[in-house]
Each structure stands twice: as C-alpha cells, then as structure tokens.
C-alpha cells in the first residue's frame, strides 16, 4: 500500500521568511503532484513532477523530486500572506492499469504579517 | 479547453434523506474520474473512481454509491444519509495514465 506523509501538517510563519515542506513517500513513483487549497475551495495544481532531479519554480515556490531518496520538497522563499493555504502532495500509482494518485494529509500554511 | 462541473454548492439535508450529487465534465473523451469526501480541516479520502462508463471501484465501504451513466457525467449518491456524510465532496477528472487531477468547484454538505 502506498503511503504518502507530509510535514509538518501546520506551519504558521511570518512574512519574509523562508521554509521547506516534506513529502515522502513509501513505494517507487517518478510522478508526484502538489496542489494547492485555499480556505472554503477546492484544489487547484501547483506543480507536476515528472523525473528524479526535476525542479519546478513559480513565484515564490520552488517544488523538488528525489526519486531514489522518495522525497519531493516544497520550498517557500520570502514568504507573503497571499500563500497562506493547504498544500497537498500526491503520487500515482498503478492497480489494474489504472493510475491512482494517493494523497498525504496536506500541509496547513498560514502566513502571519 | 476541459472544464468540470458539480453540483449542486451546497446542500443541507437531514439525517436518512437520500443524496444525489452530479459531476460533468466537458471538453475531453473517456476521462478517469473520481469522488473525494473531505471533513473539516481534514485531508482528502477516495471514495470512488471509474475508468470508464459503467466501471465503477470504491475505495471504502460506506452508504454511498456512484455511477457513471454517460462518458462525462459521475454521480455520487445515497439511499439514507449519515451525519457523519456531511463534508466536502470534490469531484476530479485526469486523462488516462499517471497525470494530474483537475478538480471541480465541490458540494458542500451538511447533513442534520
């Protein structure tokens, strides 16, 4: 069974600093997702990985895969109040041919002023 | 471009009423499409997904079911309501294979 943890599941920080969330995961994958869920929303995709190695960046996040170590990474430079949500991690993987993305419990991120 | 619908917004029923909650989603053919139940300030539980119409896998026992009646419609139901069914529910499309999910507007339920 596939298992995906994130950490930590609540991160409160403030303005202009910087922070990494966690992403493991317990079986072989080459494709992990993130996405992002404002309060009240519903999920919108961030970034999609698709190799070891690969690094994604858009503003102020930078989201990095580690295939071997099972390890993706999101990293938030300089943070500002705009990015205070739940950030999910996903990985695929195959049942009957079928592709089923398990979910870790999302981080919760709240950016104080 | 591919959009996802679901509906209704919100929802507020009483505890053993029944449940009909409607996914569509436009733009695509043959989609992999899934139900997720979220709680509050909780993750994302599966709860149904379907390859294709008629195909039908439930990931938990509960007292919901789904069908998918045409290529792009998913629907998510029940005969008798449970408080513990209040909740979001998220539906979500990706094409076949080990890509992302696309994720609709979602119902909020609150069941009393």
């Known amino acids: 069974e596939l298992k995906v943890e994130q950490n930590p599941l609540f991160l409160s920080m403030q303005e202009g600093k910087n922070y990494t969330i966690y992403c493991n995961y317990s079986?072989?994958?080459?494709?992990l997702y993130w996405y992002r869920q404002d309060p009240g929303k519903s999920l919108e995709s961030l970034f999609v990985?698709?190799?070891?190695?690969a690094v994604k960046q858009e503003g102020r996040l930078m989201a990095s895969l580690d295939t071997k170590a099972r390890l993706s990474t999101l990293h938030i430079t300089a943070a500002v109040h705009d990015l205070s949500a739940t950030y999910f991690c996903?990985?695929?993987?195959?049942?009957?041919?079928?592709?089923?993305?398990?979910f870790g419990r999302g981080t919760s991120l709240i950016v104080h002023p | 471009s591919q959009t996802i619908h679901q509906w209704p917004a919100t929802l507020v029923q009483p505890v053993g009423s029944p449940l009909s909650l409607e996914c569509t989603v436009e733009?695509?053919?043959?989609?992999?499409l899934y139900w997720y139940r979220q709680a509050a300030g909780r993750g994302l539980q599966l709860l149904f997904y379907?390859?294709?119409?008629?195909?039908i896998s439930s990931e938990v026992p509960q007292n919901l079911s789904a069908s998918r009646p045409q290529d792009r419609q998913f629907i998510l139901s029940s005969k008798k309501l449970l408080l513990s069914d209040s909740g979001f529910y998220l539906c979500?499309?990706?094409?076949?294979?080990?890509?992302?999910?696309?994720f609709g507007p979602g119902t909020r339920l609150t069941v009393t």
């Open positions: 979500a499309w990706k094409p076949s294979g080990p890509y992302e999910q696309y």
């Open positions: 079986t072989t994958s080459d494709r």
């Open positions: 990985l698709l190799s070891n190695g």
């Open positions: 996903a990985v695929s993987h195959e049942s009957g041919g079928s592709y089923i993305p398990t």
């Open positions: 733009g695509t053919s043959n989609p992999n």
């Open positions: 379907s390859v294709g119409i008629g195909q």
